[in-house]
Nanobody, 123 residues
Framework: QVQLVESGGGLVQAGGSLRLSCAASGTIFSIDAMGWYRQAPGKQRELVAV???????NYADSVKGRFAISRDNAKNTVTLQMNSLKPEDTAVYYC?????????????????WGQGTQVTVSS
């Protein structure tokens, strides 16, 4: 099977930085887009940043200029560098990847999610 494992997150003061990492493993044939979503209490899950297999990135307006997403295709990892953090960045952050499983003869791209990691920014 395929799984995503996240690391990083934690508690930081406003203006500080954190780095989230996510590694995909298992029966992977290929990975299309990889990204990060977040969900704050009482709010819907929202896209934070996404990166395609050829490095094209897209960010939520609220994090542009502060967050940077990158990926290592050889290691099947994606990283989110978060700088100038604000209290409103507090949320559970989820790694997401569109993965083609080599066990699937049709190689259908399917969504996979990490377990989520808490990011808390204190004011």
């Amino acid at each position: 099977q395929v799984q995503l494992v996240e690391s990083g997150g934690g508690l930081v003061q406003a203006g500080g930085s954190l780095r989230l990492s996510c590694a995909a493993s298992g029966t992977i044939f290929s990975i299309d887009a990889m990204g990060w979503y977040r969900q704050a209490p009482g709010k819907q899950r929202e896209l934070v940043a996404v990166i395609t297999s050829n490095g094209i990135t897209n960010y939520a307006d609220s994090v542009k200029g502060r967050f940077a997403i990158s990926r290592d295709n050889a290691k099947n990892t994606v990283t989110l560098q978060m700088n100038s953090l604000k209290p409103e960045d507090t949320a559970v952050y989820y790694c997401n990847a569109l993965i083609r499983d080599r066990r699937d003869v049709y190689r259908t791209a399917r969504d996979y999610w990490g377990q989520g990691t808490q990011v808390t920014v204190s004011s």
